[in-house]
């Protein structure tokens, strides 16, 4: 998460001149995402993504300057100067700040991580020291500056990110910089933007040392720093932790409620070019006598198609314990832990709060929706189920096949072709030895990985799609098999047409009949 509405100061941060050597020897050592599992060993490796520092003490025992480098950066081990200057360019490191001196041994002075990008490139994530995300003891009461490193949500975004190459990128609370170093792969002019300066600081420490083009970095909240520029794309993982106070504001909105989420999306519709997407990560209240559809709803803002995706919904003493846990009072006095927990559901029960729900929300601008041409594209759905990341193709085929969808009607779309999408198979479901199936699943394994129940026409249907047919013909040649009438197959069967084109299970062929 990054900052998007308050702002503070913590330590001075290195510099980056010396950041190429720094890079080359890193590499030199294998100090890799890759390296790291070899070197760690799949328990260990995991276990520090939960920020677990046992298992890869015992895993770097040696004295190779891959394993000094983990000491170092990951696990914030103080490692002799003789053994910190054959793994590092100790005397640019020190000059820049990256390490410190303490007696006869060396100190790093922030967190280094291997990433692996998308196509197996070798990057490194910087944030502040004991602030990579992960581990069931939180992060724990920081200082309100202070720069986190990568989570879940943070890839969770970059993989549901749709990849276009374009002109302009907008990464809005950068954080650290992870979504600023991916969008630096398809966007010739990346910008970061957050409320803390020590979070540019960072973000450009991340580019650098990632061998990534440098971005524009300025300093402001919300959209603010960016006056009325417009982009291609918008991504932004905010603070939007629901809670009383804001007392922290590398993860609390700072606003009441959820109304930092809804006011970036809300305002992002203003600062798309046609065609742009704004994919965000957000928390929103279930309020009672209230559908939260419809709360999400309201939140699209004119001109825009939408995609929202409920992940996740937890009850407020479930979303209360997280958050507390995340900062750490749950290991302080108890009487100020129930009294903290008192002052969240005073203010849950104030507004009629009943849940928390976590999600995507994906924006597309549109010159036809804005001008009253087509009607907005708005799907709000609940999906908890696994997903096969990454999604960004994915997402922007969502909105190409809402495109399709809206412009054919059921003559034109009984007239087109259509192909099974790759990786989807069929199950039928009944009891053993039956002649008969009780019903019929379609099963995607890539992407969404979705389900969906059909009738045997439709199945018939989907399982002879190869592009060759028009739909009508398909629905002919099955009245006949059946001996259904024709005529009844083509006025009824459009609309689960339209549904398994929706959810991705058929894809309109290239050339209609």
């Known amino acids: 998460m990054g900052h998007v509405s308050t702002t503070s100061t913590t330590p001075s941060l290195p510099v980056p001149t010396h950041a190429v050597r720094l890079r080359e020897a890193l590499l030199a050592a294998d100090f890799t995402a890759d390296g790291l599992l070899d070197l760690l060993g799949a328990q260990a490796y995991a276990a520090l993504a939960r920020s677990e520092t046992v298992p890869a003490l015992r895993a770097t025992r040696g004295d190779s300057p891959l394993e000094t480098l983990v000491r170092l950066f990951l696990l914030q081990r ?3 100067h003789e053994r910190a200057a054959a793994a590092l360019p100790l005397a640019e490191a020190l000059a820049d700040g990256w390490v410190v001196h303490e007696d006869d041994t060396v100190l790093a002075t922030v967190d280094v991580r291997p990433y692996g990008g998308p196509d197996g490139e070798d990057w490194f994530i910087v944030s502040d020291l004991g602030c990579a995300v992960g581990g069931a003891g939180g992060i724990g009461k920081k200082d309100e500056g202070v720069v986190l490193g990568v989570g879940g949500a943070s890839t969770t975004l970059a993989g549901i990110t749709v990849r276009t190459p374009v002109a302009t990128a907008l990464d809005l609370g950068t954080g650290s910089g ?12 990346v910008t970061a933007t957050d409320l803390n300066p020590r979070a540019l600081d960072f973000t450009r420490l991340t580019l650098a040392l990632s061998g990534a083009r440098g971005a524009e970095l300025l300093t402001g909240s919300l959209f603010e720093p960016v006056d009325g520029d417009t982009y291609d794309l918008i991504v932004s993982n905010p603070p939007f932790v629901i809670s009383p106070g804001a007392g922290l504001t590398y993860r609390d909105g700072g606003m009441g409620g959820d109304d930092l989420c809804r006011t970036l999306v809300q305002e992002a519709g203003e600062r798309l070019n046609d065609g742009g997407y704004a994919q965000f990560l957000a928390n929103w209240q279930h309020v009672e006598g209230e559908e939260w559809q419809d709360r999400l709803r309201s939140w699209v803002p004119r001109g825009c198609d939408a995609w929202i995706v409920q992940r996740e919904v937890q009850d407020v003493t479930q979303y209360t314990e997280l958050w507390l846990r995340d900062s750490g009072d749950h290991r302080g006095d108890p009487a100020e832990y129930r009294l903290a927990y008192g002052r969240w559901l005073d203010e849950f029960e104030a507004s009629g709060t009943r849940g928390i729900g976590f999600g995507w929300i994906t924006l597309r601008k549109s010159a036809a929706v804005a001008s009253g041409a087509a009607e907005p594209s708005i ?4 999906w908890p189920h696994p997903v096969e990341q990454p999604l960004g193709d994915t997402v922007r085929a969502h909105f190409e096949r809402q495109d399709y969808l809206r412009g054919r009607d059921d003559a034109a779309l009984l007239a087109d072709r ?14 053993p030895g039956a002649e008969d199936p009780e019903h019929v699943l379609l099963r995607q394994n890539r992407g969404m990985r979705r389900a ?6 439709a199945a018939g249907f989907a399982g002879v799609c190869d592009g060759t047919l028009s739909a009508g013909r398909i629905l002919d040649a099955i009245g006949q098999l059946t001996g259904e009438d024709p005529v009844l197959l083509r006025d009824r069967t459009p609309q689960a047409i339209r549904l398994l084109v929706e959810e991705g299970f058929l894809l309109p062929a290239t050339e209609q009949q």
């Open 452 to 457: 969906t129940r059909v009738d045997h026409v």
């Open 418 to 431: 259509f192909v099974l999408a790759p990786e989807v198979v069929q199950e039928q479901v009944g009891l």
């Open 178 to 189: 992870i979504q600023a170093l991916h969008a630096a792969r398809h966007a010739t002019l």
């Open 78 to 80: 103080a490692v002799p």
């Open 379 to 382: 799907v709000i759905e609940e």
